[in-house]
């Protein structure tokens, strides 16, 4: 599969021709024409994220998003690596200029700069994560990021790779699975509009959102910041929120081939409709995908193998919405892969039921 490449991305690029001694080193069509009479080893030379994409080898297939600073400097510069990566290595690029992502106002880095970068990597992500494998490059941009980059791919379950400075070596943090408690952060919706942006105080933040002071005491240490009598959200506690809503705006359809076979009682109802919940979640639906099985002409529905376990659910996903075509156990299963067909075009829509599950 090709690789969608998240790169955060600075100006580093802009000092670098300046200890070169280069006239108007921070002007556009400057920076363009160097770059342009570049070779490769004098690109990675002058720039973190060419040094970085290069080394992991961007290919005709892949794409890269630059995810540059709120200033204009910051958004010239990627616009140039961009289309300096688009002409070596033959890809598309684009360019996303993150609001609120600067370093001369501090609360406003950590209230609006990390929860858009945040959210826009989870755009990126579920846009693009049925045909691409998905890498965050956190080589470069700003140094105050970094930290937040890190917690959110393990948050995220996405492969880290940065290098430093000009070295040769790339390191990779795999996908780390990070459980937390989902129900902790639904109690947050009553207040959230005023917390994600400003403080409350701590009396009415108990009585709207039913926490506890104990409640409290463990939230402080991941997801809020109390404040001489006032609770806003922490940093980590707005990238946390965004999780929870990637998983809360899904939904789950059932088709009326699975209704009948849950009432027919031959299929543990409980078991199934706890793996519909489980389904709700991309990032776990996407890791327990087993599509060794798809076939163009007879199976061309994706398929979801929860564990070592007997049951087997074969679904398609459209934007938000999951729907669940049919399940089986493994016999049946087996059955199916050797002789049966599971086409995508032979379950009508209308016939699916949305099934309230897990945040609802």
Avoid at 257 to 274: A, I, M, P, Q
């Amino acid at each position: 599969m090709n690789t969608l490449y998240l790169c955060p991305s600075g100006i580093s690029i802009i000092e670098n021709l300046k200890k070169q001694k280069i006239e108007k080193h921070d002007d556009k069509d400057t920076i363009i024409t160097f770059l342009k009479n570049s070779d490769k080893p004098a690109l990675m030379k002058v720039s973190a994220e060419l040094n970085s994409l290069l080394r992991m080898g961007v290919g005709s297939d892949d794409k890269v998003s630059f995810l540059s600073s709120d200033t204009d400097s910051g958004e010239m510069v990627a616009h140039c690596l961009a289309k300096t990566i688009e002409n070596v290595c033959d890809c598309i690029c684009t360019v996303k200029r993150i609001k609120g992502l600067q370093t001369d106002d501090r609360k406003r880095f950590d209230t609006e700069g990390i929860p858009n970068l945040t959210e826009t990597i989870i755009k990126e992500v579920d846009d693009n994560r049925w045909n691409y494998n998905i890498v965050l490059n956190a080589t470069a941009g700003f140094k105050d990021a970094v930290p937040y980059l890190t917690f959110i791919g393990m948050i995220f379950h996405l492969p880290i790779r940065y290098i430093f400075e000009r070295s040769e070596s790339i390191i990779e943090l795999p996908p780390i699975p990070i459980e937390f408690d989902m129900e902790r952060l639904k109690q947050l919706e009553p207040v959230i509009d005023e917390i994600i942006s400003d403080y409350l105080p701590v009396d009415d933040f108990i009585k709207r959102t039913g926490f506890s002071f104990s409640d409290l005491d463990e939230a402080e240490k991941d997801i809020l910041l109390k404040d001489d009598g006032y609770i806003t959200l922490r940093p980590t506690g707005r990238i946390l929120y965004q999780r929870y809503l990637q998983i809360k705006g899904n939904k789950v359809y059932i088709s009326t081939n699975v209704s009948k076979k849950l009432d027919s009682g031959k299929y543990d109802r409980n078991t199934f409709e706890n793996l519909f919940k489980k389904m709700k979640d991309p990032i776990h639906l996407q890791a327990k995908l087993h599509n060794e099985v798809k076939e163009k002409d007879r199976i061309d529905l994706d398929c979801y193998k929860p564990g070592s376990t007997n049951e087997r659910l074969f679904f398609y996903i459209e934007g938000k919405k999951v729907y669940i075509c049919d399940i089986f156990m493994h016999d049946e299963y087996e059955s199916i892969l050797k002789e049966g067909e599971l086409l995508r075009e032979d379950f009508d829509k209308k016939s699916f039921t949305e099934i309230k599950v897990w945040l609802d």
